[in-house]
């Protein structure tokens, strides 16, 4: 089983420029989160899906930030434009149920913004 | 909203000793709780969970945790440390029928020789 696909794996843009993170989640699963992790604010869950719909999206840090997920098998994370305080690791995750279930995390994507 | 507070930020045990990680959440309700790991460069893997039942639940690689509601705790236990269990240790609660999972800061843990 493929497990949570991300891509890029490192992304190193300048600032000003437009950053697309990507994820495929787990076939089946039909919940899928976006995380940031830094070590000053830790673990932050930006914005979730159910079934292809943006449930909550009060962690997205502010306009920059927009998430798609066309259909079940995929989702994006924009930031544009980036910023250098926006250099952490993005981590995607995707569960089976939209209630509370385990979630299973893609390796992540290490941005960093110069 | 929920809430979970992992006090120790970094922990240090000898490798053979016994290991307690402590979480305690914040939640008006029966939370579902969670212990994920996370090693160098990689996403986070679920240790085991809580949502109903037994308070004593048993996860992968040897660990358990206790649900204690009147404590509002759910400590990560394991009676023997290995080398290859250094990594950061993150408790999670969510709530029932929503998604929203929230984390604590997370414990690192290192295993001396």
């Known amino acids: 089983d493929a497990g949570v696909i991300q891509s890029p794996r490192h992304e190193v843009t300048e600032m000003g420029q437009e950053v697309t993170l990507r994820c495929k989640p787990i076939s089946g699963h039909n919940s899928l989160f976006w995380y940031r992790q830094t070590m000053m604010r830790g673990l932050e869950l930006l914005i979730y899906f159910n079934n292809n719909v943006p449930i909550d999206d009060s962690g997205m840090p502010e306009d920059r930030f927009s998430a798609k997920m066309p259909n079940a098998s995929f989702s994006t994370l924009k930031i544009q434009p980036s910023e250098p305080r926006d250099s952490a690791v993005y981590f995607c995750a995707s569960s089976v149920d939209t209630t509370t279930d385990t979630q299973y995390f893609g390796p992540g994507t290490r941005l960093t913004v110069l | 909203a929920q809430s979970v507070t992992q006090p120790d930020i970094h922990i240090t045990v000898s490798e053979g000793a016994s290991l307690e990680l402590r979480c305690n959440y914040s939640?008006?309700?029966?939370?579902?709780l969670f212990w994920y790991v996370q090693s160098p460069g990689q996403g986070l893997q679920l240790l085991l969970k809580y949502f109903s039942g037994d308070t004593l639940v048993q996860g992968i690689k040897g660990f358990e945790a206790e649900f204690k509601r009147s404590q509002s705790s759910f400590n990560l236990r394991k009676p023997s440390v290995h080398w290859s269990d250094a990594a950061e240790y993150f408790c999670a609660v969510g709530a029932y029928n929503n998604n929203d999972m929230r984390f604590g800061a997370g414990t690192r843990l290192t295993v001396k020789p």
């Open positions: 939640y008006g309700a029966t939370p579902y």
